[in-house]
Nanobody, 115 residues
Framework: QVQLVESGGGLVQPGGSLRLSCAAS????????MGWYRQAPGKQRELVAR???????TYADSVKGRFTISRDYAKNLVSLQMNSLKPEDTAVYYC?????????WGQGTQVTVSS
């Protein structure tokens, strides 16, 4: 059983910053990737950032240079530092843990970028 609990969403002005955190519990193995996806109204869920064992990171082109993903393996915590936020970053952000053939998701946290 795996549980993912996100925190840190909210309302921020364009150009501002937010930090999302995801606390994982249960059968978490360092070998498998964790990351963040997002889904805006009327759009498909998309990858934002992913981190694999060994520190390999993948980012969506739209967030490169603005977002940074990190993982604390000892605490089973994955974070997403979001800087220079834009209105188009508005979405529900979901924490993700991919263990082989099974994907686990958090409940989502809303991020709204608006003046």
């Amino acid at each position: 059983q795996v549980q993912l609990v996100e925190s840190g969403g909210g309302l921020v002005q364009p150009g501002g910053s937010l930090r999302l955190s995801c606390a994982a519990s249960g059968s978490i193995f360092d070998f498998y990737p964790m990351g963040w996806y997002r889904q805006a109204p009327g759009k498909q869920r998309e990858l934002v950032a992913r981190i694999r064992s060994g520190g390999s990171r993948t980012y969506a082109d739209s967030v490169k240079g603005r977002f940074t993903i990190s993982r604390d393996y000892a605490k089973n915590l994955v974070s997403l530092q979001m800087n220079s936020l834009k209105p188009e970053d508005t979405a529900v952000y979901y924490c993700y843990y991919g263990r082989g053939m099974v994907d686990y998701w958090g409940q989502g946290t809303q991020v709204t970028v608006s003046s």
